[in-house]
């Protein structure tokens, strides 16, 4: 379904990514400006994995909960490691940040990055805060057979997102996610303490703060 283009070094596979049309993945192993959400920097040196997906526009919170989940069964696949999808676009491994994802898009066309730790060494300035698969399974890891196992995974979501099978994407989402969590949220405006709760059929966050009010979050970062 998809045509592939890797490259050894890149600034960003979503920037690339853009001068491609659809249906092609553009894969890196090393980008020297790996984006992440709000403008900021992704690291991204050689050894992990890197990519961008050029698709047809779709709804791109649905394409990022199906990226995270097609992520998270390729990892438990393959290495029997059980993460954690964490809202809007993280996948945690024991408080740690293993992948995001990124979807930008525009009247043409999706793009969906994909940024996972896989034998890339973390700055130490990031150690508290994320981890490398390898460092988890003490071995080096095959980043060929998770981009296989990740993108089979993802062609049958992609199928019930086209299907317009909303509820199975969520149910599927919430399964193995941070729901039940206590967390703060910080959006623009304000700060949330409170339990995630759950999300709702347009895949917006709902928090119960401490006196069981339901919060609907739009946008923010959350912290466990």
Same mark, same amino acid.
């Given at each position: ?31 020297? %400006? ?22 047809? /526009?779709? /709804? ?55 940024? !996972? ?6 700055? =130490? ?15 080096? !890891?095959? /980043?060929? =057979? ?9 062609? %049958?979501?992609? %199928? ?29 405006? =304000?700060?949330?303490?409170? !339990? ?10 709902? +928090? ?13 970062? +959350?912290?466990?």
């Amino acid at each position: 379904m998809f045509k592939l283009y890797h490259f050894k070094k890149l600034d960003s596979t979503i920037n690339k990514a853009k001068k491609f049309p659809k249906n092609c993945i553009v894969i890196a192993d090393e980008q020297t %400006k790996g984006k992440g959400r709000f403008k900021r920097k992704w690291s991204s040196s050689k050894g992990g994995i890197y990519l961008s997906i050029v698709l047809e /526009n779709l /709804n791109p919170q649905y394409l990022t909960f199906i990226a995270a989940i097609s992520t998270q069964k390729a990892i438990k696949d393959i290495y029997n490691i059980k993460t954690i999808i964490k809202w809007p676009n993280d996948l945690i491994y024991n408080k740690k940040k293993l992948c995001g994802i990124l979807t930008q898009t525009n009247k043409e066309k999706s793009i969906l990055g994909i940024g !996972i730790n896989t034998n890339n060494k973390i700055p =130490k300035s990031l150690e508290k805060r994320a981890i490398s698969l390898n460092k988890i399974v003490n071995k080096k !890891i095959n /980043n060929k =057979k998770i981009i296989n196992k990740l993108l089979n995974h993802f062609e %049958k979501y992609l %199928k019930l997102l086209k299907n317009k099978k909303y509820s199975k994407i969520i149910n599927d989402w919430k399964k193995n996610s941070f729901l039940g969590s206590i967390i703060k949220v910080k959006t623009i405006n =304000k700060t949330y303490k409170g !339990i995630a709760y759950d999300i709702n059929k347009d895949c917006f966050l709902i +928090v119960k703060d401490k006196k069981g009010r339901k919060i609907k979050v739009i946008e923010g970062d +959350v912290l466990i």
